[in-house]
């Protein structure tokens, strides 16, 4: 197969608002030991990719400082030492950036098949969020059957594919959500109870829902909701931080129902994970969660498909927070 020297990428010239992206020409990348070039077919939008817009979260140095952190398309290209790929094979993947591109390197190890019956929009909605929910929700929290959870930001790429998985591995699921619509949207993905948090006190609904509390809560707002989340906790409880949209800093928090409940308070960042942690979480998901996936027991919720050359107006109606599930670019 004979590929371009070139290829279009979404730029960053200077930090900013949505605008400051530019589409430019640059040189196609060549894959190097353990890694596969995808031709880009569809890319996910995400909340780290507006915080790397906007100067908050710089890649590591390792990475490409082109936006993006998933993707799905076809195999273009295989590096030294990757086995079990083929040219022409039809994957989804994690990327350490460059998505917004119309070729990618990704690692070997966190590339997925597409699942059966998935086209590449539907197969690029998958790592990011599945990456995550897998490795903070059941790998670190521990979630298991007949457990209770509680996730923030239901209606999120991360909170619509958490409920679901939740869901489907016998959780008791409770989520957050700011509008009667949104909450709708949560119940029928498998929340027993949504809560508007822009009306109802979360911590007190599920204390009244559950008697107890849940055994863990999934957050990405951080400090502002550091002390009702402890208090949403039964005992030996976890919360699990994945963001923070809402602070990082939190001050005169009281400590002790932590010690009281013996309660444990862990998170964890994606991106600087060691590629063979990437790798394992990959295994997990392509013998525990693709099955679902072909089934439809769970499956990614998209909002919203955007034309590569609209990128602008994807982030725009990430940031708005209106949309609920996935925000998609569309490349071929």
Not at 220 to 241: H, P, R, T, V
Not at 284 to 306: C, H, K, N, Q, R
Request: net charge negative; charged share 20%; aromatic share 6%.
């Amino acid at each position: 197969m004979s590929l371009p020297s070139q290829m279009r990428f979404v730029d960053l010239p200077s930090f900013g608002g949505p605008e400051a992206m530019v589409i430019v020409d640059g040189p196609v990348p060549v894959p190097s030991e353990g890694q596969i070039l995808v031709r880009t077919e569809a890319v996910g939008v995400n909340r780290p990719d507006i915080s790397q817009r906007q100067g908050s979260y710089p890649p590591p140095k390792d990475a490409s400082p082109i936006l993006g952190l998933e993707l799905a398309g076809e195999i273009v290209a295989i590096g030294p030492g990757v086995t079990g790929y083929s040219l022409g094979d039809k994957v989804c993947g994690l990327a350490n950036g460059g998505a917004y591109a119309e070729y990618c390197l990704l690692p070997a190890g966190q590339a997925l098949p597409f699942p059966r019956g998935y086209d590449a929009v539907k197969a690029a909605a998958l790592p990011e969020t599945f990456f995550t929910v897998w490795a903070n929700l059941f790998q670190m929290a521990g979630l298991t059957e007949g457990e209770k959870v509680l996730i923030h930001g239901g209606t999120s790429g991360i909170g619509t594919t958490a409920i679901q998985l939740a869901k489907a591995f016998g959780a008791e699921v409770y989520a957050t959500a700011g509008s009667k619509e949104k909450c709708e949207a949560c119940e029928r993905l498998g929340a027993k109870r949504a809560i508007n948090y822009r009306e109802e006190d979360f911590a007190a609904v599920v204390r009244q829902e559950t008697g107890q509390g849940v055994d863990i809560v999934l957050d990405m707002i951080g400090a502002a909701y550091f002390e009702k989340n402890i208090a949403s906790l039964a005992k030996d409880g976890c919360l699990s931080i994945i963001a923070f949209l809402q602070g990082a800093v939190a001050e005169k928090v009281n400590l002790a129902p932590i010690m009281v409940k013996r309660l444990t308070v862990t998170g964890s960042t994606m991106r600087p994970r060691t590629a063979e942690e990437k790798r394992a979480i990959r295994d997990d998901l392509l013998s525990e969660v693709w099955p679902l996936l072909e089934a439809g027991t769970v499956a990614p919720v998209i909002y919203e498909t955007f034309a590569f050359e609209d990128v602008a107006a994807a982030h725009r109606l990430m940031e708005s927070s209106n949309h609920i599930g996935k925000i998609m670019l569309k490349l071929a």
